[in-house]
């Protein structure tokens, strides 16, 4: 989930409403204008920043989402309002969820891998220009999208700066910006550095 609060496990965008995007004017500006210079955009957490995508032509839009009830609803907004563009949705199943795609518990942690490496399996799946964080697992849609490019991407973290947990990722690419809350990072493809491996295994089953 993106840019617009749920207040519990079934919420789900109102079909005539188009969901918020609630960052700060700044943040907001920068998005827009990383949005506005690609033609790829994989997003982790879907909302208003998916609106905000689907409103500008000539775009391929991925968006995860790992609230299931908010992916449909979504979804089910999107074809009563087609955008200029079209967004693929992709459910990222981690279990049973809460407010924000939190899962409710751990029961599923196997699962959670999935939700920042599935999209990147789809057989449809394009190549992003630009990559917004927003969702769960961040770290780890992090290290996911560093791994596994093979040209360089934008990608731009939500609520960052105040985190110091996420910080630790800075080892492995350095922050090139910062926007308000928000990180800019220019990342290059990287190998995935064997002497970190079990620090990186451990980021894919942190849900924050």
Partial sequence: MSGAPKPGLSAAPAAAQAPALTLPPAEAEA?????GAAEVILEYGSGGSTALAAAMPGKRIFSVE?????????GAWFAANPGASPVTLHHADIGPTKDWGHPVNAAAFRRWPLYALSVWDREDFVHPDV???????RAACFLTTLFRI????????????DRPAYHEMEDFAPRTGLIGRM????????????DR?????QTYLRPL
């Fill in 31 to 35: 998005l827009g204008a990383a949005y």
């Fill in 66 to 74: 790992s609230d299931a009830a908010w992916a449909a609803g979504l």
């Fill in 131 to 137: 990559v917004f964080v927003d969702g769960r697992f």
């Fill in 150 to 161: 093979t040209r360089p991407v934008t990608l731009l973290w939500d609520d960052y700066a």
């Fill in 183 to 194: 990180a800019i990072f220019d990342l290059t493809p990287a190998p995935i550095p064997a």
């Fill in 197 to 201: 491996l079990g620090q990186i295994l």
